[in-house]
Structure formats: structure tokens, C-alpha cells
């Protein structure tokens, strides 16, 4: 028979633990960069930490987009996204490669292909890209690198029309476009400077 009483369960109480240095260290920093400077040269487990973020939030009134921003900032961080960034480049690129006949250099646009290229490269009105590298790449049957050459050369026309006081028309651009990098480049610094 089984047995229909109900057992009540016991809520687990937590007991309070003596607060190390190292835990008061990291729940006094004052700014963000200070705790993640703090968190990272302290002996505390990373369960710990965790709890002490959520702390320091409540107690600071920062939020995990600050903790982020400054953990972006913070040599130790920055050193250890960049790690392995060319293998990781050199893969993506490799896996978005859409040209037809694989060459190293860039191939010089033609004006039906810059006009198509300009109509993909849009942006949004926080200044992000519509569409990513790799979707124009596979649009225009491109490379990565490619597209990035092209993007670089678009805004620097952006940029001469600009200096030079003339509104970025499609005949501006166009013409602009089929020129070398390195002379627009060129041709912007002696205007600016």
C-alpha cells in the first residue's frame, strides 16, 4: 500500500560564510574596470564570483552591460579575444569564398557590379550594415576580403565627397569607385590636411 502522507520539505539554509579579502576587495570597487580588475587578480572560484557580481550590481547599481563594457576594455580581456583571430579569419573566410575562379588579388569592379555592390551595402539608421560581408560576398559571388576592399573604398568616397563639399550622387560614386584605394586615400589627406 503505499503510503499517502505528505512530507514537508525542509527549505536548505544557507549558512553565512566569513567573507575573505579577497570577496571584500571585489564588493568595494567602486567602477566597473575596478572589478573586473579586482575579479580577475583575486583567488575567489568562479561560482563565488558569480554571486558577488550579482552583489556588487545590487549594491552599485551598474549593470551587467557596464561589467561588459569594461571587461571589453581590460588588457587581459582584449588579449585573450584576439588570441587565435587570424586562424579564426583565415576559417571564415575560406567558408564564404564565392568566386568562381579563386585568385589572390581583387578584381576590378565593373559599373553594373559597383551599382549592385552600393545598393547592398546599406546601413540602418544606428549605422550597422544591412547585410553582413559574407551575404554580399555570396550575392555578388565575391570573397570576404574583397567585399571589405570594397566597403573601405565606398566610405572613403563617402569621406572626398564630403571634403571636397559635393553631395555623394550615384555619377560621384560611380566614378570615384573604379579608382585605386591608395589614390583616393591620397587624394583625402592632402585635402584634409
Known sequence: MRNTTKTKKTAKTIKPTKVTFSEKQILNS?????YIHRSLNSDVSRGQKTVLCRQWKEKTGFTSEDIQY?????PYWKQKKMSGWQDRNQKRWSEHDYRTVKKNRVEAFEADIIEQFCELNKKDKKGNYLMKDWEIAKELQLSIPSVQ???????LVLRLADAIGKKPTRKFILKYMTRHENGLRREYNELVS
Open 70 to 74: 569594461a571587461r571589453n576594455r581590460h
Open 30 to 34: 567602486k567602477t566597473p574596470d575596478e
Open 149 to 155: 576592399h570594397w566597403r573601405r573604398k565606398y566610405l
